[in-house]
T-cell receptor
Framework: LAKTTQPISMDSYEGQEVNITCSHN???????ITWYQQFPSQGPRFIIQGYKTKVTNEVASLFIPADRKSSTLSLPRVSLSDTAVYYCLVVPLNAGNMLTFGGGTRLMVKP | GAVVSQHPSRVICKSGTSVKIECRSLDFQATTMFWYRQFPKQSLMLMATSNEGSKATYEQGVEKDKFLINHASLTLSTLTVTSAHPEDSSFYICSAYKGGNTEAFFGQGTRLTVV
């Protein structure tokens, strides 16, 4: 399974755009890039998933360059409630959801 | 999205006793469920993969006789922590696989404290 590397922590302020970059140098052809959000004492929650270029939903955008060796999760105009741990995962197609979590990025949004 | 419910959300038990945690997929059938453990300030660690109607597959280092997993139906998997010790205190999380290339759906987690 492809290993991911992301910053341990990030600080931001309300209203700012936050970009969290994840490195996955040995991503395979069949791998998708998936991001989850976890609040304290809760299970992770799916945010977004992509294979290449750009994906956008109501919560975030995911930017993936052509070589797919990295990806950037973009959170527009964060609020205090976006304070959480964000995990970047590389998941093989049809892996059956067996997920290997890395360390994640602890985002702190300040007023 | 799909709903996965875990019960209980919080439990305190005495050393030496056993505790059962339930994971239910409420609105879909899950042929596969996964159990994770998470210690404070750490990431989730996969403990085992639970397949309906068959024995669970445990990750290296996870004692199968201590962490009993049963997946008797397509909507329910249980994790029983047997002869619990204080070092088993942790946050246990399940996820259910809906099928296809879909995202994982996680339960809300169970905080186990062994005293």
């Amino acid at each position: 399974l492809a290993k991911t590397t992301q910053p341990i922590s990030m600080d931001s302020y309300e209203g700012q755009e936050v970009n969290i970059t994840c490195s996955h140098n040995n991503i395979a052809t069949n791998d998708y890039i998936t991001w989850y959000q976890q609040f304290p004492s809760q299970g992770p929650r799916f945010i977004i998933q992509g294979y290449k270029t750009k994906v956008t939903n109501e919560v975030a955008s995911l930017f993936i360059p052509a070589d797919r060796k990295s990806s950037t999760l973009s959170l527009p105009r964060v609020s205090l409630s976006d304070t959480a741990v964000y995990y970047c995962l590389v998941v093989p197609l049809n892996a059956g959801n067996m997920l290997t979590f890395g360390g994640g990025t602890r985002l702190m949004v300040k007023p | 999205g799909a709903v996965v419910s875990q019960h209980p959300s919080r439990v305190i038990c005495k050393s030496g006793t056993s505790v059962k945690i339930e994971c239910r997929s409420l609105d879909f059938q899950a042929t596969t469920m996964f159990w994770y453990r998470q210690f404070p300030k750490q990431s989730l660690m996969l403990m085992a993969t639970s397949n309906e109607g068959s024995k669970a597959t445990y990750e290296q280092g996870v004692e199968k006789d201590k962490f009993l997993i049963n997946h008797a139906s397509l909507t329910l998997s249980t994790l029983t922590v047997t002869s619990a010790h204080p070092e088993d205190s942790s946050f246990y999380i399940c996820s259910a696989y809906k099928g296809g290339n879909t995202e994982a759906f996680f339960g809300q987690g169970t905080r186990l404290t062994v005293v």
